[in-house]
């Protein structure tokens, strides 16, 4: 059974950091792509960052040079470190897993395994 977790959300004030980390099982980080997605309320979903099977990354521009993907391949772990935090980064952020492509993506429509979600919540 596939099961993406995610946890190291909460509440921080602006200016501050959070590490966000997807724990997967029945699937492995390596051969699947892997992508962080947001949804704030009243809003879609969009992406966030994505990194490929080859290890590719992509960034939504709003969070490049604040934000970085990676992946633990020993303990199949996906990470989202976030630093220099802003209010309207305050979402719900899932992890989600695409088995078949190689590059990077934010094109969430071709993701087929998500998380539950964590709650990210910056104030000013």
């Known amino acids: 059974q596939v099961q993406l977790v995610e946890s190291g959300g909460g509440s921080v004030q602006a200016g501050g950091s959070l590490r966000l980390s997807c724990t997967a099982s029945?699937?492995?980080?390596?051969?699947?792509?892997m992508g962080w997605f947001r949804q704030a309320p009243g809003k879609e979903r969009e992406g966030v960052a994505g990194i490929g099977r080859d290890s590719s990354t992509t960034y939504a521009d709003s969070v490049q040079g604040r934000f970085t993907i990676s992946k633990e391949n020993a303990k199949n772990i996906l990470y989202l470190q976030m630093n220099s935090l802003k209010p309207e980064v305050t979402a719900i952020y899932y992890c989600a897993a695409h088995p078949y492509a190689a590059a990077a993506t934010l094109n969430r429509y071709v993701f087929t395994r998500w998380g539950q979600g964590t709650q990210v919540t910056v104030s000013s």
């Open positions: 029945g699937l492995t980080v390596t051969t699947n792509a």
